[in-house]
């Protein structure tokens, strides 16, 4: 379950496609292409193992995603989905000698739909470069394409996250946020049932800061719909810096900003510094690390995790499922013929023997992928 914390203002201009901007300043470059060929770079490493190291590169990054976007997303390439949204099971009743007991009809369904657009950038490199240039600028190029895709990908989970606005996918289907009022049927759990013309999982805090209220607020909207620790979900709270560190100094029975005490203790993770104090744990530490995450402490059942990704003034609390589980909360689609999967190093040199005489052609990078809520309230 993923929930928000927003102001009324942020959530207006959550709207605007520019409000999550790819990091990184916006770079363009032309290159002319030299009648010299060139066929090593200036430390004599041959411009073909050049090459052959940059696809390389390719294959190990396509392995690995962003540990935010993995513990976020479910890979797939469908481009519709008829999702199971609870995960309560059937509940027994009292059973009569001759009485016939009700049926089971299943689990509630949803269709949602997932969005998918391509990307590229080129790398060019002219003959003039590529002579006086040495390996590893080239491979400075390619490594600043690879973090810019690292980017693009896990801001675009992100921004898919807070943003409560549908949209709809090239095949029509429409594109979901997180369950905010819009009249959509919310399956009922463990006998409680929710309004779904107000229920909404994108909250605003009750005064100008964030307290432990809001907290406690987010985490009920993502446990109350079933999805908690002992569903073999890990709950996480994604914090900007600015945030991590408000929600550091939470302390049970100390009333924040709007008079309302807290009900739990922030305590630190395995990892935090050395600190003298008379307090001892009760119950288990969080650990210094989940998927590769630094993990700073823990508020309740959640483990907080503070990131740039997440803008100021934002947390969300989401129950992953794990990396690229598939009951992590947002789709990330792919193409589904594997030879368009992942990302792509495209380039007019694609034989050994056009790569020997035309090395100064630009290196494409290509990246398509489409990015939905799967789980509408699995935030």
Not at 5 to 11: H, I, R, S, V
Not at 53 to 70: G, M, P, V
Not at 267 to 277: E, G, K, N
Request: charged share 20%.
């Amino acid at each position: 379950m993923n929930t928000t914390q927003l102001t009324p203002a942020q959530l207006t201009a959550m709207d605007d496609p520019d409000y999550f901007p790819i990091f990184g300043a916006e770079r363009t470059g032309t290159s002319t292409r030299g009648d010299v060929l060139v066929s090593h770079t200036s430390d004599g490493t041959d411009l073909n193992t050049v090459w052959d190291e940059l696809a390389a590169t390719l294959d190990i990054f396509n392995e690995q995603r962003s540990a935010i976007a993995s513990l976020l997303s479910y890979p797939t390439t469908r481009q519709v989905d008829a999702v199971q949204q609870s995960v309560g099971g059937a509940t027994l009743e009292l059973a009569s000698e001759f009485g016939v007991p009700t049926g089971v009809r299943g689990p509630e369904v949803a269709t949602v739909g997932y969005d998918f657009k391509d990307y590229d950038i080129a790398s060019r490199f002219s003959w003039k470069f590529l002579r006086d240039a040495d390996a590893r600028q080239v491979d400075a190029v390619h490594n600043d394409v690879l973090e810019g895709v690292n980017n693009h990908t896990t801001t675009a989970i992100l921004r898919r996250l807070f943003t409560p606005t549908p949209s709809v996918s090239p095949e029509g289907n429409a594109v979901h946020g997180l369950w905010n009022g819009d009249g959509s049927f919310i399956p009922p759990y463990m006998g409680r049932e929710f309004d779904p013309a107000t229920e909404t999982h994108y909250l605003t805090t009750q005064s100008a800061v964030l307290d432990a209220s809001d907290l406690e607020a987010v985490i009920e909207k993502v446990t109350s719909k079933g999805y908690a620790t002992d569903t073999g979900r890990q709950l996480l709270i994604l914090a900007h810096p600015n945030e991590a560190k408000r929600i550091a100094t939470f302390r049970a029975g100390k009333a924040g900003s709007d008079g309302v005490e807290a009900h739990h203790d922030f305590v630190p993770s395995a990892s935090a510094p050395a600190r003298l104090t008379l307090e001892s744990i009760v119950g288990g530490q969080a650990p210094s690390d989940f998927n590769g995450l630094p993990v700073l402490g823990s508020y309740g059942p959640a483990y907080l995790i503070e990131s740039y990704f997440v803008p100021a003034g934002y947390v969300a609390v989401v129950a992953t499922a794990g990396p690229d589980g598939e009951g992590n909360p947002i789709a990330f689609r792919e193409h589904p013929r594997a030879e368009y999967q992942g990302l792509r190093l495209s380039s007019p040199a694609t034989t050994s023997a056009t790569r020997s005489c035309r090395p100064t052609m630009p290196l494409g990078t290509v990246r398509g992928y489409g990015i939905a809520v799967r789980r509408r309230f699995s935030r």
